[in-house]
């Protein structure tokens, strides 16, 4: 199992994304409304409007057209759009804070500890989230780990018990009087001997939530905290 330390320092990928997408979205919006806003304010367009309507009515309604009833007409249209806009501006920047902080994030923080225990790293402990589907996989995540440490730590206990009875059983062997069955059994030992301590070694390989491991038995962290310091 090899560890893979640089993961810790990529970039969010997917939160990277998804926040350039709704900066992108956005700047669309704002620049949409922008266009609206000026439009309805410009004088161009308030020309056309009257040259529209003196052109259907007769001679006489023409002249009796009242010009500031057209420019309030758009002013008004104009403090209406911006109002709309400032509102479906900030709509959409909540919306997008939501999304980047509540679902964009967590993601990006179960594929980073997904990752760390591809990696042999089983300390991770992913914290719960707002929404109940990326918690609930945050939670599986967790179990997936504890699950996994488990099963590790009960391979160490064997791997102790292990050599303790091929320890005895070595000892047992080397009394003089075993002969040409000892020399068998010896190497027979050997290879049970490195097979054990090929299984201590890739258990020893991960790093473990609340536990340090030692050569006889399993320690909690604080416990193996207080030895070091004594």
Request: aromatic share 4%; net charge negative; glycine share 6%.
């Amino acid at each position: 199992v090899t560890h893979q330390t640089g993961s810790a320092g990529k970039p969010a990928g997917f939160q990277r994304k998804i926040t350039l997408l709704c900066l992108l979205v956005l700047g669309l919006v704002i620049g949409s409304c922008a266009v609206l806003i000026i439009q309805a304010g410009s004088s161009h367009s308030q020309q056309l409007l009257i040259d529209s309507l003196t052109a259907q009515l007769p001679g006489a309604q023409a002249q009796t057209l009242d010009m500031t009833v057209v420019s309030q007409m758009f002013r008004d249209l104009q403090y209406r759009l911006t109002a709309i806009s400032a509102l479906l501006v900030f709509t959409l920047l909540g919306g997008a804070l939501v999304i980047v902080r509540k679902i964009a994030k967590p993601i990006d923080e179960m594929g980073q500890a997904a990752e760390f225990i591809a990696g042999g790293q089983l300390d991770v402990v992913l914290p719960d989230h707002t929404f109940a589907e990326i918690k609930k996989v945050g939670w599986l995540i967790n179990d997936l780990a504890m699950n996994l440490q488990e099963i590790l730590l009960l391979t160490w206990k064997h791997t102790i018990e292990h050599r303790e009875s091929l320890q005895r059983l070595s000892d047992v062997l080397a009394q003089p009087d075993n002969g040409i069955l000892a020399t068998e059994c010896r190497a027979e030992i050997a290879v049970l001997n490195r097979k054990v301590e090929n299984m201590r070694a890739m258990v020893k390989a991960f790093d473990f939530y609340d536990v340090r491991l030692s050569e006889a038995t399993l320690l909690s962290a604080s416990d193996s905290e207080a030895q070091t310091a004594t």
